[in-house]
């Protein structure tokens, strides 16, 4: 079946900091995988995606890079800004049918 | 990407009570998607509505519970019926765009007491 596992939180860093969100996924077939942002009150958004192995997203700082062979989709920012402060989610997109998947999410809070 | 919008924004309701979360599209889209987020939790996926015909419910949700209306290819709603403390949850709408993306709404709030 397919699953998204996510690194637990929550997280707390320090502005400036280097930050790395897991995600592991589980599908059949070749999945489009998704990161979602959801700020304090506010809907998702979507952040990056990648649709095929070796794909990297990219958006606002943020990273990710779609690896086949680790069946991983890690999100990282090199600065992380006060303004960060969120709910990270890693979603899939099954390669058959319209389903998505998502993980459990990640808070960030980023401290001054 | 599409802009969606939802009303109410956030509701305060008591049990036994039902309330209806209208999801309005800016443009025409095939397939739109309705989630529930319980507090600290992620999404999960309540049914998909097709415009002219029945919603698909998963499992665990059932048509009597959120009735679901998508009579044209803006616009749906979805019914939390005979509300209970454990519907509070924010209910999000999204819908299908390119290349697989999924855009969601804002979300509604909504608590039960």
């Known amino acids: 079946g397919n699953s998204v596992t996510q690194m637990e939180g929550p997280v707390t860093l320090s502005e400036e900091a280097f930050l790395t969100i897991n995600c592991t996924y589980t599908a059949t077939g070749y999945p489009s995988l998704f990161w979602y942002v959801q700020y304090p009150g506010e809907g998702l958004q979507l952040l990056l995606k990648a649709t095929k192995a070796d794909d990297k997203g990219s958006n606002k700082g943020f990273e990710a890079t779609y690896r086949k062979e680790t069946t991983s989709f890690h999100l990282e920012k090199g600065s992380v800004q006060v303004s960060d402060s969120a709910v990270y989610f890693c979603a899939l997109s099954a390669p058959t049918g319209n389903q998505f998947y998502f993980g459990t999410g990640t808070s960030l809070t980023v401290i001054p | 990407s599409a802009v969606i919008s939802q009303k109410p924004s956030r509701d305060i309701c008591q049990r036994g009570t039902s309330l209806t979360i209208q999801c309005q599209v800016d443009s025409q889209v095939t397939m739109m998607f309705w989630y529930r987020q319980q507090p600290g939790q992620s999404l999960t996926l309540i049914a998909t509505a097709n415009q002219g015909s029945e919603a698909t419910y998963e499992s665990g949700f059932v048509i009597d519970k959120f009735p679901i209306s998508r009579p044209n290819l803006t616009f749906s709603t979805l019914t939390v019926s005979n509300m209970s403390p454990e519907d509070s949850s924010i209910y999000l709408c999204?819908?299908?765009?390119?290349?697989?993306?999924?855009?969601f709404g804002p979300g509604t709030r909504l608590l039960v007491l």
């Open positions: 999204s819908v299908e765009g390119r290349r697989e993306t999924q855009y």
